[in-house]
């Protein structure tokens, strides 16, 4: 069957797959939820942390989703035709992660340092972000960034589908004389929200690397998840047929892409810093490279970088789904490790006896991590779905994907002979 052989529509086994998915992702969302509450009653000190930690990972998705739809409108290309959809239904949940950020402001005392008077008081450099770094203001900040990413959410998913039911192309030209400008809000959006949301983490430190960064991360997360899911829903249609090697091999080129450039970004913060060797600068590898975090750090080079870098170096790995769906679902396993590492060691409110930082790992923060990661997730997840069954899985009359379907057709026999056609 190709894909335009139903209109693009889930098929009916992917319906019932689609089912048990959000079947399956609501409840382990509400089971996590619910240890998120205890959490937040029991050890609320661990658990905002962690909780933080979780909610961008899952907010990142949704900010890289946006810009990976408005970078599609601007450069066109196939790699995007079996993920454009996810992309937008991902996007569009940009609005559930404003309900999620509620607890981060209802639990800012546990989470921010700066958020604590005795802790400005006693630090200069704190004291000297008050103005920037204040509830009043990082709320009023955290308002704007949601209504900038749920503008350009609806922009996206609006237009593309106002696409699908047109004949001209007049939506498909709004969105594209839009994407540029667009691109260009997102990017200083998701900056100016990881320097309040992540970096403030660490009120005494800066870098004017982080919030670049962050995108990248989380684009990095993105495209892992978009692997991930294409290829657990390979076997059913429209998603078998959009799913060729070739587009299977530009996720792959993009995955490497992203990991090498995470991995030089993450490098050059940490030489600056070095060289620089000035005391407001190297406390944040203070509180991450000693004790149980300087093995963590160390995993991260080894497991986050290495591996996948070395494993999608291979260009047979890159065009076999049975090597893209480990290594992409270890990208994810190392993208939630590596936001424990920058999130949950931040800035010490509580000296030990010297007055030095307490640098003790914060077991008891794990079990939090996980259990937000699952609620935040799980209910993300089961959004997701049902956002996704909205609209066709592909947008057939979008001119980028008509000119890379047409192109499918000019080079049918060959790429059969070549690859075999679909690739699950």
């Known amino acids: 069957?190709?894909?335009?052989?139903?209109?693009?529509?889930?098929?009916?086994?992917?319906?019932?797959?689609?089912?048990?998915?959000?079947?399956?992702?609501?409840?382990?969302?509400?089971?996590?939820?619910?240890?998120?509450?205890?959490?937040?009653?029991?050890?609320?000190?661990?658990?905002f942390p962690s909780y933080l930690a979780a909610f961008l990972l899952w907010t990142g998705v949704s900010f890289a989703s946006i810009g990976l739809c408005l970078l599609h409108q601007l450069t066109g290309g196939s790699w995007a035709v079996p993920?454009?959809?996810?992309?937008?239904?991902a996007g569009s949940l940009i609005v559930l992660m404003a309900l999620f950020f509620v607890p981060i402001l209802l639990g800012l005392g546990y989470t921010y340092a700066?958020?604590?008077?005795?802790?400005?008081?006693?630090?200069?450099?704190?004291a000297n972000k008050v103005h920037w770094l204040n509830p009043g203001s990082f709320t009023l900040r955290a308002v704007i960034y949601f209504a900038i990413a749920t503008a350009a959410a609806y922009i996206v998913n609006a237009w593309s589908r106002q696409q699908d039911d047109a004949a001209d192309k007049a939506p498909s030209r709004r969105l594209n004389a839009v994407a540029g400008p667009a691109t260009v809000f997102m990017f200083l959006t998701a900056s100016f929200a990881s320097f309040d949301w992540g970096m403030s983490r660490d009120p005494d430190w800066y870098s004017t690397i982080y919030g670049a960064l962050f995108i990248v991360g989380?684009?990095?997360?993105?495209?892992?998840?978009?692997?991930v899911f294409s290829i657990r829903n390979g076997k059913y249609e429209p998603i078998h047929s959009a799913l060729t090697v070739g587009r299977l091999n530009d996720l792959g080129n993009l995955m490497l892409a992203f990991t090498m450039l995470w991995a030089y970004m993450s490098f050059s913060q940490f030489l600056i810093t070095w060289l620089g060797n000035l005391p407001e600068e190297v406390v944040y590898y203070q509180r991450r490279v000693f004790g149980i975090y300087g093995a963590i750090a160390l995993g991260l080079i080894a497991f986050g970088f290495f591996a996948p870098f070395l494993a999608l170096l291979q260009r047979s790995h890159k065009r076999d789904a049975n090597w893209i769906l480990p290594i992409a679902s270890w990208i994810l396993v190392m993208r939630a490790v590596d936001l424990f590492w920058v999130i949950v060691p931040g800035f010490g409110k509580i000296p030990g006896p010297h007055g030095e930082e307490g640098d003790s790992f914060a077991w008891g923060s794990l079990l939090w991590y996980a259990a937000a990661l699952a609620g935040v997730g799980g209910i993300w997840v089961a959004a997701f779905i049902r956002r996704l069954r909205t609209a066709p899985l592909v947008p057939l009359r979008d001119p980028r994907v008509v000119e890379a379907l047409e192109r499918d057709r000019a080079h049918a026999h060959a790429h059969q002979q070549h690859t075999g056609g679909a690739v699950l």
């Open 83 to 89: 993920h454009r959809r996810s992309f937008e239904a």
């Open 1 to 47: 069957m190709s894909i335009e052989a139903n209109g693009a529509r889930a098929s009916a086994e992917l319906e019932t797959r689609f089912d048990l998915i959000q079947s399956t992702a609501g409840r382990i969302g509400l089971v996590g939820l619910a240890a998120c509450v205890a959490g937040a009653v029991i050890a609320p000190a661990a658990f």
């Open 114 to 126: 700066w958020a604590d008077k005795a802790v400005v008081d006693a630090n200069h450099h704190v």
């Open 218 to 227: 989380s684009i990095l997360s993105t495209l892992a998840l978009a692997a």
